[in-house]
């Protein structure tokens, strides 16, 4: 297949996802919401959620979600890249690999209840590389939750399953009471994304 013809197949494919066509509808910056919401469906994760902290926000569709549907949370994003101001929501740019930037979110927030990731790191195609990047991001997360996740706090987190996922589960299992692993409707079949649910943090 040429390269003009591949990239148009996507691009229908695309554009006749239900959960894209909805995003565009309910004017969200992505699809990515529909995850979060398919989350919150099946394990209530804001019910007693006062200050959230998303990682990996860009382009923002999860704080809007929060934004929107959850008013009164304190929520704190950070991304590598820049993200369009949402209403209520304190924006770092920074990288959570990095001691430095990782500080600014202390600076902003102290004690979370709720931490959410859905950083994805660039995909090299290469499984070593890519689930050593994966492993580097949950370093940094339980990093982060050791800092400032509440005790029973709760850590919702993107994964992409491959030869890391049992060492990857088995660390969280260790901070954690609960480990769920969860794909929602709205995650492609096709691809190895899943989200690790995890409850009760301990420390
Ligand atoms: C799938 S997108 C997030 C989509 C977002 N949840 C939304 O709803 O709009 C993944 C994001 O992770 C960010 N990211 C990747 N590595 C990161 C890191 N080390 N620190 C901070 N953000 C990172 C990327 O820049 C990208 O914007």
Request: glycine share 4%; aromatic share 10%; with cysteine.
């Amino acid at each position: 297949m040429t390269k003009k013809k591949s990239i148009k197949n996507w691009v229908n494919k695309h554009s006749k996802d239900r959960y894209v066509k909805l995003s565009q509808t309910e004017n969200y910056r992505s699809r990515a919401f529909h995850k979060l919401h398919e989350i919150q469906e099946k394990y209530t994760i804001f019910k007693s959620s006062q200050n959230i902290l998303d990682l990996g926000s860009a382009p923002g569709s999860w704080s809007e979600y929060v934004s929107r549907n959850f008013k009164e949370k304190n929520l704190v994003a950070i991304d590598l890249l820049d993200m369009k101001k949402i209403k209520g929501v304190h924006f770092i740019k920074g990288d959570i690999n990095k001691l430095a930037d990782r500080s600014q979110i202390y600076a902003k927030m102290n004690k979370a209840d709720l931490v959410l990731s859905d950083i994805a790191p660039n995909i090299s195609g290469i499984e070593d590389v890519d689930q050593a990047n994966f492993v580097e991001i949950l370093e940094s997360i339980l990093s982060i939750c050791s800092d400032l996740l509440k005790i029973n706090g709760v850590l919702v987190m993107k994964f992409f399953i491959g030869s890391s996922y049992d060492f990857s589960r088995e660390k969280l299992k260790q901070s954690f009471s609960k480990v769920a692993t969860y794909k929602p409707d709205s995650s492609r079949r096709s691809s190895n994304e899943v989200f690790f649910v995890c409850n009760g943090y301990k420390d």
